[in-house]
């Protein structure tokens, strides 16, 4: 089967650090996106991993391991306007799909 | 700035009349996809075009249909509107390459209403 787990919702101060994980199990693997999603709004591109390790831009960072089937999205120094869903998505080896979580919703409070 | 457009954003019909979505894209990318997302839900791929070939997915109704005019336009068209339906529709564009070619861009959606 294919699955793809997220915590629901989680909640961080203001310039704190978060970290979303994500884990999977899919039939083939093509590289893992992170989205950041505000509420009413598209879904925005963040970061792709598609080899182990860790990826760096800027206050965000996302890590994969693909023998564990596990990805992070690191979120550093917390601001109000980082309050939003971040949906991790796996590309499905052979196809163009987007397998989705269902979205971590991220309240950042003051 | 290349962009991918949905109109309207938001849109209101009736049960049972037909209503259609319009997505463009400056992006001359080659896969086109349409996704329905429900409130606190993760996106639901309803189908998705690679050029003029279109892939449906299995759990797709019926009630959804698809054309892909030319490289920038994509239709979605909901023959039969249900109030299962309301939802928000998001088209996206990716490049179809391999890689980081995948990103997917998403339009601002449109917002349907049925009543």
């Known amino acids: 089967g294919q699955n793809i787990d997220q915590p629901t919702e989680m909640t961080a101060t203001e310039g704190a650090i978060v970290q979303i994980n994500c884990t999977y199990q899919?039939?083939?693997?093509?590289?893992l996106f992170w989205y950041q999603q505000h509420a009413g709004e598209a879904p925005t591109f963040l970061s792709y991993?598609?080899?182990?390790g860790l990826e760096e831009k800027g206050r965000f960072s996302s890590f994969l391991s693909r023998s564990k089937g596990y990805s992070y999205l690191l979120l550093k120094e917390l601001q109000m306007k980082d309050s939003a869903s971040y949906l991790c998505a796996v590309v499905r080896g052979g196809t163009y799909k987007y397998i989705f979580g269902t979205g971590t919703r991220l309240k950042v409070l003051a | 700035d290349a962009m991918v457009i949905q109109n309207p954003r938001y849109q209101v019909t009736q049960f049972g009349k037909p209503v259609t979505l319009s997505c463009s894209q400056t992006?001359?990318?080659?896969?086109m996809y349409w996704y329905q997302q429900k409130s606190s839900q993760a996106p639901k791929l309803l189908f998705h075009?690679?050029?003029?070939?279109?892939?449906n997915e299995a759990d797709t109704p019926d009630n959804f249909q698809s054309r892909r005019p030319n490289t920038s336009f994509c239709f979605l068209d909901i023959r039969s509107p249900g109030l299962g339906d309301a939802a928000m529709y998001l088209c996206?564009?990716?490049?179809?390459?391999?890689?980081?070619?995948?990103?997917?861009?998403f339009g601002p959606g449109t917002r349907l209403l049925v009543l």
């Open positions: 075009y690679y050029d003029k070939d279109f892939n």
């Open positions: 992006l001359n990318h080659n896969v």
């Open positions: 996206a564009t990716s490049g179809g390459g391999a890689g980081v070619r995948e990103t997917q861009y």
């Open positions: 991993n598609v080899l182990d």
């Open positions: 899919t039939s083939g693997f093509n590289g």
